[in-house]
């Protein structure tokens, strides 16, 4: 019943569960599938549904004033996205949009809460999910508060990139999903310009190289130095 042998990262949904109650999970709402652009969930709108993710990669992205697009996450198989509009009864915050082959099981809301009520274990995790989403939120605030340097939003962020969509190559871990710069200003919230001059240093430094194919780890001990250095000098 999975569509990736099972091998979800340990930080979804899926991977923190049993592998009974996985495969149960994977039993619930009906099964779907949409290529890259298409989405899965349009903010604003009124949904009672979650959406599981089985294999693929999907962005969250929050539509502002005049037609600019910000990137806030990032979301791959085994996650759970969509249910912050049904659990607080309001439209959707955000939209969902595949960014390769993405499948998914959408599930209503009434179904999802009476599998957590039959499986104590599952809502136990569906709040540690909840519970991480909003730590990982507070600590991007509080980056930007304390004016964390660039160097370290950057690298903390291309991090926390590669431990969940990381893919091993003979030299180097390749970033799974495609980003762009734009993008990855967005989620470490510095401006475009920022963003470029410090990945121009991390690929002078041989720390990454940043391609048409996409960014490729090479030095991850020197990227992590780089994001626990704390110093508070603002960038």
């Not at 779907?32 to 999907?58: D, F, K, M, W, Y």
């Not at 082959?101 to 809460?113: D, Q, S």
């Amino acid at each position: 019943m999975t569509d990736n042998g099972g091998a979800w990262p340990a930080q979804t949904l899926l991977g923190r569960l049993p592998s009974p109650l996985r495969d149960r999970a994977l039993r619930l709402g009906t099964e779907r599938l949409r290529v890259p652009g298409e989405c899965l969930v349009r903010q604003g709108e009124v949904g009672g549904e979650v959406i599981l993710l089985t294999s693929g990669h999907a962005k969250v992205e929050v539509d502002l004033a005049r037609g600019k697009t910000v990137l806030i996450a990032i979301r791959t198989g085994g996650d759970l996205v969509g249910e912050m509009g049904p659990l607080e009864v309001k439209p959707r915050s955000a939209s969902v949009r595949a960014c390769a082959p993405t499948r998914f099981r959408t599930i209503a809301w009434e179904e999802w809460e009476r599998f957590q009520r039959d499986h104590p274990p599952v809502a136990i995790e569906f709040g540690r999910m909840l519970s991480a989403r909003l730590r990982w939120a507070n600590e991007r605030r509080l980056d930007a508060a304390n004016s964390r340097r660039v160097s370290v939003r950057v690298a903390r962020i291309l991090g926390e990139l590669y431990a969940i969509h990381g893919r091993p190559l003979e030299v180097g871990v390749q970033l799974a999903v495609a980003l762009t710069q734009r993008e990855l200003a967005s989620l470490a919230g510095v401006s475009l310009s920022a963003a470029e001059s410090e990945l121009r240093d991390l690929e002078n430094g041989r720390i990454i190289r940043w391609g048409y194919r996409g960014c490729v780890l090479l030095d991850e001990p020197a990227l992590r130095q780089r994001a626990e250095n704390l110093d508070e000098n603002p960038c």
